[in-house]
Nanobody, 115 residues
Framework: QVQLVESGGGLVQPGESLRLSCTSS????????MAWYRQAPGKQRELVAR???????YYPDSTKGRFTMPRDNAKNTVYLQMNSLKPEDTAVYYC?????????WGQGTQVTVSS
């Protein structure tokens, strides 16, 4: 059973940056794609970034140009680099992985953007 562990959440001010980490207990090469989602109170969970084993990453309009999702294969870790944060980015952020063995979620990490 694969486990995904997120870290790096916290409280930041608008305009600041934050980097989240997601470390897999298994090789990230085994996944077809990995993604970050977020869920704000009272709202549905939404996709914020996705990377694929082959091909270009995908970012929705809400995060394009501000968020990137680099990876470190040697550490079995993906990151979510968030720049120019806005109060509306406040949410619990979840790491997601999908592959032949199934779909996996992390436990979530809280990001709060407030002055």
């Amino acid at each position: 059973q694969v486990q995904l562990v997120e870290s790096g959440g916290g409280l930041v001010q608008p305009g600041e940056s934050l980097r989240l980490s997601c470390t897999s207990s298994g090789s990230i090469f085994s996944f077809t794609n990995m993604a970050w989602y977020r869920q704000a109170p009272g709202k549905q969970r939404e996709l914020v970034a996705r990377i694929f084993k082959i091909g270009s990453p995908y970012y929705p309009d809400s995060t394009k140009g501000r968020f990137t999702m680099p990876r470190d294969n040697a550490k079995n870790t993906v990151y979510l680099q968030m720049n120019s944060l806005k109060p509306e980015d406040t949410a619990v952020y979840y790491c997601n992985a999908f592959g032949a063995s199934g779909e996996y979620w992390g436990q979530g990490t809280q990001v709060t953007v407030s002055s």
